[in-house]
C-alpha cells in the first residue's frame, strides 16, 4: 500500500531461506495480495456498516478493494478485533520477526512456552547465549511476554528482567537458590539467585576463607565472600 517494492519487503521483514512465499518477488506480491483481502473479509464482518459498504462498492467495482491510506487504517483497526492470541505452542516466528525468530531457534528455542522456560531457567542473563540478542532487545521479548501471560499460559520468574542481584540470602519475592548437590542431580541457578553452601562460600571462619588470596590488609574489592567476588 505504500510502494514499497516486493523485493525489499522480502529482504526487510522476511528470512527468504525457509520462508518459501518470500523465495521471490511475484510469490510476495501474491501473498501480500491474499493478506490484503483476507483483511478486508475481516473488516467487512467486523468494520463499521460505512466501511463494509465501501469495502463492497470498491470490489465491484475493480475487482478487489482499492484502499487508500485511510480506509487502509480502518480495515487494520477492524481487523485487529479478530486477532489471534499468543499460545505457548505457538512457534516463535508467528510472532517475531524472521532473523530473531531464526536466532531463538537455533539455540533450541522454537516455540513460546520453550522461550518463557529459558528465560525462567536462565534469570535475567537468558538473553546472553542468542547471538545478536542484546540487553535492549532482551527487555522488549520478556515485556512482551509478560504481557501475554495470561493466554500463553505460563509465568515467567519476577528476576528475568531485573540486572539486580539477589544476596546470598535471597529475599522473599527471589529465594536464593544453594547450588550443589549430587553428581547426577545438580542444583543449578540462574546467577541472579545463586548461593553457595556455607562450607565453600570462602567467607571469614570458614575453612575456604583461609586461602593465600584473602587480603589480610587493604582489599582491591569489597568482597566479604567467594559469591561477592563473582558478583563484583
Not at 539486580?164 to 529465594?175: F, K, R
Request: aromatic share 4%.
Amino acid at each position: 500500500m505504500q510502494g514499497v517494492p516486493a523485493h525489499t519487503i522480502a529482504r526487510l521483514y522476511y528470512d527468504t531461506d525457509t520462508v518459501p512465499h518470500a523465495a521471490s518477488a511475484e510469490l510476495l506480491e501474491r501473498y501480500l495480495r491474499d493478506m490484503r483481502d483476507e483483511l478486508v473479509r475481516l473488516a467487512i464482518l467486523r468494520g463499521s456498516p460505512a466501511l463494509a459498504d465501501h469495502l463492497r462498492a470498491s470490489i465491484r467495482k475493480h475487482g478487489s478493494a482499492k484502499l487508500t491510506t485511510i480506509t487502509l487504517r480502518m480495515v487494520e483497526e477492524a481487523a485487529r478485533l479478530a486477532a489471534a492470541v499468543p499460545l505457548a505452542e505457538h512457534g516463535v516466528g508467528l510472532w517475531f520477526r524472521p532473523l530473531i525468530a531464526k536466532r531463538l531457534s537455533g539455540e533450541g528455542i522454537r516455540t513460546l512456552g520453550e522461550l518463557v522456560a529459558r528465560c525462567n531457567s536462565h534469570g535475567g542473563t537468558w538473553w546472553r547465549s542468542v547471538p545478536r540478542i542484546g540487553p535492549h532487545r532482551a527487555r522488549t521479548i520478556v515485556t512482551w511476554l509478560r504481557r501475554h501471560e495470561a493466554s500463553i499460559g505460563v509465568v515467567l520468574e519476577a528476576d528475568v528482567d531485573t540486572r539486580e542481584l539477589v544476596s546470598a540470602a535471597g529475599d522473599a519475592d527471589n529465594p536464593a537458590i544453594v547450588i550443589g548437590g549430587p553428581l547426577g542431580r545438580p542444583h543449578l541457578a540462574p546467577f541472579e539467585r545463586m548461593a553457595v553452601p556455607a562450607d565453600l562460600l570462602g567467607g571469614e571462619g570458614t575453612h575456604s576463607g583461609r586461602g593465600e588470596n584473602r587480603a589480610a590488609g587493604f582489599a582491591y574489592i569489597r568482597a566479604p565472600h567467594d559469591l561477592a567476588a563473582l558478583h563484583a
